[in-house]
């Protein structure tokens, strides 16, 4: 980027995995994460995606790593990641097992 600083993810999942990144990406708060840094972290900029964006967004993720509930088997899936999108079938049947809570 145009400021040479590392953009960090909540999965600890960037090539320099375990170093201070100076931005940190995450898509917490959804259903399989935690807030894990504790008071790490002094300053944050909340941007909150429009739903009709970031849920199909949340569910293309999850489908790269094969619905990981954990770090580790979302890490086993890593490969897949930006590679690959749901069919159609697969986002109708998301959205409607999960429309409720990721709503609520």
Known sequence: GLTGIEVG???DLSPKRGERSGIMKT??????????WGDKMEQVVLIV???RWGIPSYHSILYEI???P???????????VFSMR???EQWVKFRDHRFHEELL
């Open 66 to 68: 094969n619905y990981a």
């Open 86 to 88: 749901p069919t159609v």
């Open 27 to 36: 898509a917490y708060p959804n259903l399989e994460g935690i807030w894990s």
């Open 70 to 80: 954990d770090w580790l088997t979302a890490y086993n899936h890593i490969h897949r």
């Open 9 to 11: 993810d909540d999965y």
């Open 49 to 51: 995606s429009n739903p």
